[in-house]
């Protein structure tokens, strides 16, 4: 069964950092692409971060850009994001997926007061 | 403001069929066929209901179809459902980025 699981989200100050992570299995985890995607409290998807299968091809929505970072270990079939100068309008649900939009985590919220 | 244009809201009374839209342009909707629909109920994950334009990923009703006309995608539910309220959201991906709508709100009158 083909599971992501999302991890460390919580309450974050104006200008700090939390480091999300996101647990794969059930799945090949170094053959897909996987995206960060979030979502405002009452608002719309809002894609973040994408990374290849192998971790060569990075890229951001312009929204995050210079703040945060997506990595992956494939060795321990994780994802993770690094959200570093948080700003309230970071506050949101946090989802993990494949870039196919077949499998999705059940999201991790982060809370930036402002 | 979202990439792809969708209406805000769509309505539907149980048994009928409605069509909810998804504008984008020659750099998205129009130029590729990675475009796929999810369905969001309150509190819940994203559901994906088509992908590649016009396919149904495994246990999803065939009352759920889509299609493309140049830069204008379309999901259609026939055969309404109470349990089909939800919130209704495209996206087009590349190798590189994904594109959500703005979503649409169907209410089951």
């Known amino acids: 069964e083909v599971q992501l699981v999302e991890s460390g989200g919580g309450l974050g100050q104006p200008g700090g950092s939390l480091r999300l992570s996101c647990a794969a299995s059930?799945?090949?985890?170094?053959?897909?692409?996987m995206n960060w995607v979030r979502q405002a409290p009452g608002k719309g998807l809002e894609w973040v971060s994408h990374?290849?299968?192998?971790?060569?091809?990075?890229n951001y929505a312009d929204s995050v850009k210079g703040r945060f970072t997506i990595s992956r270990d494939n060795a321990k079939n994780s994802l993770y994001l690094q959200m570093n100068s948080l700003r309230a309008e970071d506050t949101a649900v946090y989802y993990c997926?494949?870039?196919?939009?077949?499998?999705w985590g059940q999201g991790t919220l982060v809370t930036v007061p402002s | 403001q979202s990439a792809l244009t969708q209406p805000a809201s769509v309505s539907g009374s149980p048994g009928q069929s409605i069509t909810v839209s998804c504008t984008g342009t020659n750099s998205d909707v129009g130029g590729y066929y990675h475009v796929s629909w999810y369905q969001q109920h309150p509190g819940k994950a994203p559901k994906l209901m088509i992908y590649d334009v016009s396919y149904r990923p495994s246990g999803v009703s065939n009352r759920f179809s889509g299609s493309k006309s140049g830069n204008t995608a379309s999901l259609t539910i026939s055969g309404l459902q109470a349990e089909d309220e939800a919130d209704y959201y495209c996206?087009?991906?590349?190798?590189?980025?994904?594109?959500f709508g703005g979503g649409t709100k169907l209410t089951v009158l």
């Open positions: 996206s087009s991906y590349t190798s590189s980025s994904t594109e």
């Open positions: 990374i290849s299968a192998t971790g060569s091809s990075i």
């Open positions: 059930g799945f090949t985890f170094n053959t897909y692409n």
């Open positions: 997926a494949r870039v196919a939009g077949d499998f």
